[in-house]
C-alpha cells in the first residue's frame, strides 16, 4: 500500500512540475517585482488570486485521480471499463493528459513493476513460472515422462518466441485417472496468478456446456464470442477443453480460426492462446504400445514421443464418431503435439497414495500405501499391470484408513 501511495505522490509532483507551478500551462512566471507589484494593494491572497489557486488546484486533483485510475487500470487491468463516446472529462481545459504525457504514466509503471513480476509480461495477473511448472511436474506427475518432457518444452518454446505465428495447441490422450486434467491444472495454475480462476483462463466440459447436439448451431456462435471476449480481455490466454472427443465436429471447427496461422485481416490476435484439448480417445492404442514394451522386458521410459505420437495420430485420423476425426484439426496440422499419457501401475499408484496423505497431512506407512494401492483394479486380467482408474479415486480411497 505504501508503494502505491508513493505513485500518487509522484503523479501529483509529476503534475504540478509538468503544469509550470501554479500558473497557467505553458504561461512563464512572472518577475518577484511584478508579482509582489500585484499583490501589494490586497495582499497575496486577495480574493481573485484564492479563486485562481482554488481552480488550479481542483483541476490537478481532478487530473491525479484521472492519472490514478489510469495506472490503476494498467496494472491490475481489472474492472476497467473504456470511457462511453462522447463522455466529457471533469478535466478544466489546459489540464488534459497531454501536458504531463502518457510518458509519466509509463515511467510509473515500470518502477511499480520492478518489484514484481508484472514486469516481465506487462500484466500483473500473468507470471508464466515456467521454472515452477517444470518442478511440479517432475516432483507431482507419476509416470509420465513423455507429459512432462513435452508439455514443458512446448509451453516454454512458445512462451519465449517473440512473435509466434499461431497459437499453442496441444491435445492430452490417455486413460482416464493418468493426469491430464491434473497437469491442465497445473499450467493454468504457474501461467495465471489465479489458476484456473484467471479471468484469461476458460474451461469447457463438453457434456456440461454443450449437452445437446441439437442446439450446436447456438453453441457454435455462444462459443466464438466467449474466445473472443477472452482474448481481448487478456493479451494471453489459456483454453481448455474437457472430454474433448465427445465435443460436436461444428463446434471445433468453429474456433478452428482461433488456432490457425495468424492472417491479420480484421482478427482478433490470438497468437499468445494456448489451447488444451483432454480426451481418453487412444488410450487404448497407448496401452497396448506400453504394455508390448513390458512383455519385450524394456523400460516403459524406453518408449520414445516419435514412436507413440505417430500411432496415436494414425488412430484419431480413421473414419470413426469422434470430432478430431470429422474436424479440420487434424487435416490442417492445427494441433502441434499429440501428448500420449501412459497407463500408471503398482508404484505409481502408491505414490499417488503418497501425495494424498501429505496433502491431507496425514502420517502414512508403507504398508498403508499398499493397502491402498492393493485396493485398485489391475487390467489386462492375466498381467493385472495397469490401474483400471489411474490415481482417479486414490485421494476418496484413504478415506477407509482415516481413524
Not at 491572497?45 to 481532478?62: N, T
Not at 514443458?152 to 499453442?168: E, I
Request: net charge positive.
Amino acid at each position: 500500500m505504501g508503494r502505491l501511495l508513493g505513485l500518487g505522490c509522484c503523479v501529483l509532483v509529476l503534475l504540478l512540475g509538468g503544469a509550470g507551478g501554479l500558473g497557467s500551462p505553458g504561461t512563464p512566471p512572472r518577475p518577484r517585482g511584478e508579482e509582489r507589484g500585484r499583490a501589494g494593494g490586497g495582499g497575496l491572497w486577495d480574493g481573485a488570486r484564492y479563486e485562481a489557486v482554488k481552480k488550479h488546484l481542483g483541476a490537478v486533483g481532478a487530473l491525479s485521480k484521472q492519472y490514478w485510475r489510469l495506472l490503476a487500470c494498467k496494472v491490475w487491468q481489472e474492472g476497467c471499463e473504456e470511457e462511453k463516446e462522447g463522455q466529457k472529462s471533469s478535466i478544466s481545459p489546459g489540464w488534459s493528459l497531454p501536458i504531463v504525457g502518457q510518458d509519466y504514466l509509463e515511467i510509473l509503471f515500470a518502477w511499480y513493476c520492478s518489484f514484481g513480476k508484472c514486469c516481465e509480461t506487462g500484466d500483473c495477473r500473468i507470471i508464466n513460472n515456467i521454472t515452477g511448472l517444470e518442478t511440479d511436474l517432475r516432483e507431482q506427475l507419476h509416470g509420465q515422462h513423455l507429459a512432462k518432457e513435452v508439455v514443458v518444452r512446448a509451453v516454454q518454446g512458445f512462451l519465449q518466441s517473440p512473435r509466434p505465428q499461431k497459437a499453442l495447441v496441444l491435445s492430452f490422450h490417455g486413460w482416464s485417472g493418468t493426469g491430464k486434467n491434473f497437469v491442465a491444472r497445473m499450467v493454468a495454475s504457474h501461467l495465471f496468478r489465479d489458476g484456473l480462476k484467471s479471468k484469461c483462463v476458460r474451461v469447457f466440459i463438453s457434456l456440461f456446456h454443450f449437452p445437446h447436439h441439437k442446439y450446436v448451431d447456438s453453441y457454435k456462435a455462444q462459443l466464438q464470442r466467449q474466445v473472443s471476449e477472452t482474448l481481448q480481455l487478456c493479451k494471453q490466454t489459456l483454453f481448455i477443453f474437457d472430454e474433448a472427443e465427445k465435443l460436436h465436429s461444428s463446434l471445433l471447427d468453429a474456433i478452428r480460426p482461433f488456432m490457425a496461422h495468424y492472417g491479420n485481416k480484421g482478427q482478433v490476435d490470438h497468437r499468445r492462446s494456448i489451447f488444451l484439448f483432454l480426451s481418453n480417445l487412444g488410450g487404448n492404442t497407448i496401452n497396448e504400445v506400453a504394455l508390448d514394451f513390458w512383455r519385450a522386458g524394456r523400460a516403459r521410459e524406453e518408449i520414445s514421443m516419435e514412436f507413440l505420437e505417430q500411432r496415436l495420430r494414425m488412430e484419431l485420423q480413421e473414419p470413426a464418431e469422434n470430432s478430431y476425426a470429422h474436424s479440420h484439426l487434424l487435416r490442417e496440422n492445427l494441433i502441434d503435439f499429440l501428448v500420449p499419457f501412459l497407463p500408471l501401475e503398482y508404484q505409481h499408484v502408491k505414490l499417488c497414495a503418497r501425495d494424498a496423505f501429505l496433502a491431507r497431512g496425514l502420517p502414512y506407512t508403507e504398508a498403508t500405501l499398499d493397502e491402498v494401492a492393493g485396493m485398485m483394479v489391475f487390467v489386462p486380467k492375466e498381467e493385472k499391470l495397469f490401474s483400471a482408474q489411474g490415481c482417479k479415486s486414490v485421494p476418496q480411497r484413504i478415506n477407509y484408513f482415516l481413524p
